[in-house]
């Protein structure tokens, strides 16, 4: 095989891509990527020697694990440049330690010769997944792994906006280091899965912090879905720090902003609500966006993931930027941030008065703003509304959408809810039923959405406060039931958060993970309740209790 990948949910036949990524990656852009990921768990030993985190390299890694994400970088050239930057990290953090009198580490595959890039390239295609060959320690390794990924993405956007946490530094480094060690039995691999659920949630809190801080909590918000006449830029992905400097530059040029996708949530934040240019949200979840962004008629850019590579005959590929750690042949990338200046979005800005004002593919409203400050201020209105019956349960269907057909089953379940029941989402997934006429409950709308996929620990907040409300000792006494699409590693990291709070019960689809080997899924499902799904209705029926 020319590569091995299935880190997603989409892995070819449930079990791997070896040709070609169902993503669009190449074998050579997953391979250096494999690469990339193996250079760093080296710096992550160093490290560890070291017993301290340096700025730059603690930079430098969180962006390096970004950047492999699925559908965030598709540019071999930008990967290869990570590994060379990765690469003299690594020199300088051996000089560090063997400074110190320190003996390098001496662990699985990690080697310590001192080699150019081209002798990295070549050896690209040998350090990958498979070359843990106990499946079930590869599994684990790989999970914890992922998990990373998820966890180095959330920090990432939380340095942007100037909050770090050292001890998720640490923990990172630690992680990736373990998974290097063949020494390490299947149980401590088993308790650093759920250590890096710990450490999830302490990042999306640090990151709920840094967005919260910067922009205000979010509000309940009608975000509307049609256009205006002005040409307009398209900004998706996840990074509310793009946004703002987006929106500050074409301010009084004529040119509007719209969110797509997974940058939907800033339409709730108070600081960007005072830009009259921001026009609200357009279009559906990322896997559309072929269509979509032919419509749209202006400049597209992607701060973080989600990319799918255009068809040959798409006309708006010259059109598409990327920042941060996303990238695409052919896209231009807009550099990071310098010495505390701001990105310079000018070329998009002026790009936009030259094209067309959107077309219009939809018209209305929808509502979203129930972050856990928000759902907090009306606690007492949902307490009331369970207590008397008129909410029975609640249904978490927070996640990430894709393009699998069976994702149809999100829309059916939605659709087919007992209309007592309330659903809580973030993220993506949202788009299955975000639009639909589910209507409201004595005024609570029936679907909350608490924002990006970063914004489940808003779920997670408001499930231990009613479970402090109803003074109850587990959270699994609650009534929420757990129905959560999944697509990459960032809500994977999600997931391990979830465990490590209690949550149990927990039901992923479309289909479960191919990295879970039969036997760490087993101890998945034993110790956590961790299923699939199967139909609809009969799904409904688990879920409310009607079937033994």
């Avoid at 695409?328 to 807009?334: E, L, N, S, W």
Wanted: include cysteine.
């Amino acid at each position: 095989m020319s590569m091995f990948c299935y880190q997603c949910q989409e892995a070819a036949k449930g079990v791997g891509c070896t040709i070609k990524g169902v993503c669009g990656k190449t074998d050579t852009v997953s391979n250096s990527q494999d690469l990339l990921v193996w250079i760093l768990k080296g710096i992550a030993l160093l490290a560890e020697e070291l017993k301290e985190t340096d700025a730059k390299v603690d930079a430098f890694t969180l962006e390096a694990l970004f950047a492999t994400i699925t559908n965030a970088n598709f540019d071999e050239d930008a990967i290869y440049n990570k590994v060379e930057q990765a690469i003299a990290i690594r020199e300088e953090l051996k000089a560090k330690v063997t400074a110190k009198g320190i003996a390098l580490p001496q662990h699985g595959s990690v080697s310590w010769t001192a080699a150019s890039l081209e002798d990295m390239k070549r050896k690209a295609p040998f350090v990958g997944v498979l070359t843990t060959v106990n499946e079930d320690v590869r599994s684990l390794r790989e999970l914890i792994i992922y998990g990373l990924k998820g966890m180095a993405a959330y920090a990432e956007h939380a340095l942007n906006l100037g909050h770090e946490n050292k001890e998720i530094y640490k923990f990172i480094y630690k992680a990736l280091a373990a998974t290097t060690n063949d020494e390490l039995p299947a149980d401590e691999l088993i308790a650093l899965t759920l250590e890096t659920g710990k450490f999830g949630v302490d990042v999306m809190a640090l990151l709920d912090q840094a967005n919260t801080s910067a922009y205000g909590n979010p509000e309940v918000t009608k975000v509307n879905i049609g256009v205006r006449e002005n040409p307009a830029i398209l900004i998706s992905g996840h990074d509310l720090k793009d946004m703002e400097e987006l929106l500050a530059q074409t301010e009084g040029t004529g040119v509007d902003v719209y969110t797509h996708s997974e940058m939907l949530p800033a339409n709730y934040y108070p600081a960007f609500k005072k830009y009259e240019h921001f026009v609200g949200n357009y279009g559906n979840a990322w896997w559309k966006q072929k269509e979509e962004f032919e419509t749209f008629n202006g400049p597209i850019i992607f701060t973080t993931n989600c990319i799918v590579p255009p068809p040959a005959n798409a006309t708006y590929a010259d059109k598409v930027f990327t920042t941060g750690a996303s990238g695409f042949p052919g896209f231009k990338h807009i550099p990071s941030r310098e010495d505390g200046k701001t990105k310079d979005f000018s070329e998009i800005i002026e790009l936009a008065k030259t094209c067309k004002a959107p077309t219009q593919i939809e018209e209305g409203e929808i509502i979203g703003g129930f972050a856990h400050n928000q759902v907090m201020q009306v606690a007492d209105k949902v307490v009331d509304a369970v207590k008397s019956g008129a909410i029975r349960k609640f249904f978490v269907m927070a996640g990430c959408d894709g393009r699998m057909k069976g994702r149809d089953y999100y829309t059916e379940f939605a659709e087919k809810l007992p209309q007592d029941t309330v659903i809580l989402t973030a993220g993506c997934a949202k788009y299955r039923y975000n639009k639909l006429p589910l209507g409201d409950i004595g005024g609570i709308p029936r679907v909350l959405d608490a924002g990006q996929c970063n914004d489940s620990y808003s779920l997670a907040v408001i499930a231990l406060k009613l479970k402090e409300v109803f003074e109850l000792n587990d959270i699994n006494d609650l009534p929420i039931a757990y129905n959560i699409a999944w697509y990459e590693q960032k809500a994977v990291i999600v997931l391990l958060a979830l465990l490590h709070l209690g949550v149990k019960n927990i039901h992923l689809g479309p289909t479960l993970p191919a990295f879970l080997s039969p036997n760490v899924a087993k101890v998945l499902v034993e110790t956590f309740g961790i299923g699939g799904i199967g139909t609809v209705d009969e799904d409904m029926k688990m879920f409310l209790g009607e079937i033994a």
